[in-house]
């Protein structure tokens, strides 16, 4: 048994600390190796707009930007982030509404508003990667995230509108 707990301290603290830059600040964390990113968002840096809902990469309620590329931080170890630029839902806490923030407002594209953050961030990576996307590539982008509300209509006239520039 002592042999097995060497081996697990060992890997613990393989990435005892790390920086990382989270909504522009630079970040200094010391956490597990086996924290996930979700968790260190929401529980250990108090930033709840990352949702949990899979767990499994499948429902892209937990999407944040990594490097600009949309990515599930169920699924993402908080290690993986040394180095990178992460961006969540309250990075966009500007003075005024993001657009698409906006958007999903003016057009009531929320209920609950669980799916929400995770949507915005999804549209978010595409719209840094280019600038005019179609309709159809900003479809695909969301096609990872799961809305089980709204009934997707709201969300398609964000989609129509934001491809109408
Ligand atoms: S909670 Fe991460 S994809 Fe569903
Ligand atoms: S608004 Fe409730 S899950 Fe999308």
Redesign the pocket.
């Known amino acids: 048994m002592s042999g097995t707990k060497t081996e697990l301290s060992s890997v613990e603290t393989r990435h005892p600390s790390f920086v990382f830059s989270l909504n522009g600040v630079e970040t200094k964390i010391q956490t597990a190796s086996s924290r996930r990113l979700v968790d260190l968002l929401r529980t250990d840096l108090d930033l709840p707009g990352t949702k949990i809902g899979c767990e499994i990469g499948r429902c892209g309620a937990c999407m944040v930007l990594i490097d600009g590329k949309p990515s599930n931080s169920c699924l993402t170890m908080a290690y993986q982030c040394e180095g990178k630029d992460v961006e969540t839902i309250e990075g966009m806490n500007g003075e005024s509404l993001d657009p698409v923030q906006k958007l999903f407002l003016e057009e009531g ?8 953050p995770g ?1 915005v961030m999804s549209l978010k990576g595409l719209l840094k990667e280019k600038e005019k996307p179609t309709y159809e590539e900003m479809k695909e982008s969301i096609s990872g995230n ?5 009934g997707y209509g709201g969300i398609n006239r964000v989609l129509r509108k934001l491809s109408e520039g």
């Open positions: 594209a929320l209920q609950c508003g669980y799916c929400t949507m799961i809305c089980r509300c709204t």
